[in-house]
């Protein structure tokens, strides 16, 4: 499937992962990082453990905005960490300006687009996702994406059209795209793993 770049993305040590909930992110970071042979953070798993509970019991305590506040908090710190990574972040960290600025220019950012229907088939059974707690999902996701495409390739260097592939085929794109923009990418084998996306991530 085609990669589309956006920007000219400088070598850096940090790659970035942006996308709706649901889009892959978690599943494609994960195998990026054993490939890249560098960490993989999680920003919401950082965040629950700052919290000491689920971002779904956050949000219904202390409402969206200080999840936000939060969010923007453990971004900054996260993207100035001078350690080479792949970082996996919420589906809502770009609706605030700082966060998509930090990643951009911190980071080689990688849009991981799937449609609503796409990411509806694989998170229809996922009760954790706060904002997916509706009557409607579907009608919720397709307003998520609405909104929030734009501010995704406004952030991102490159757009990857998830559609229905491996892990290891979404990796193997990934890398071959940085690899022709001239970002220095460690040599390893491609991945063979024809698993496919989980449907919590």
Known sequence: MPTAPLAEA????????????????????????????????????????????????????????NFRDLEESVMDELTAAPEAAVLSTGGGAVLRPANRQCLHERGTVVYLRSSPEEVFRRIRHDKTRPLLQVANPLEQLRKLYAQRDPLYRETAHYVVETGRPSVATLVNMITMQLELSGRVVPEAPALQDASFMSETD
């Open 10 to 65: 400088a070598p850096t040590h940090l790659l970035v992962l942006v996308g709706l909930p649901g889009s892959g992110k978690s599943t494609v970071g994960r195998q990026l990082a054993r490939r890249l042979g560098v960490a993989f953070i999680d920003s919401d798993q950082v965040i629950e453990q700052r919290i000491g509970c689920s971002i779904r019991a956050f949000f219904d305590r202390e409402g969206e905005e």
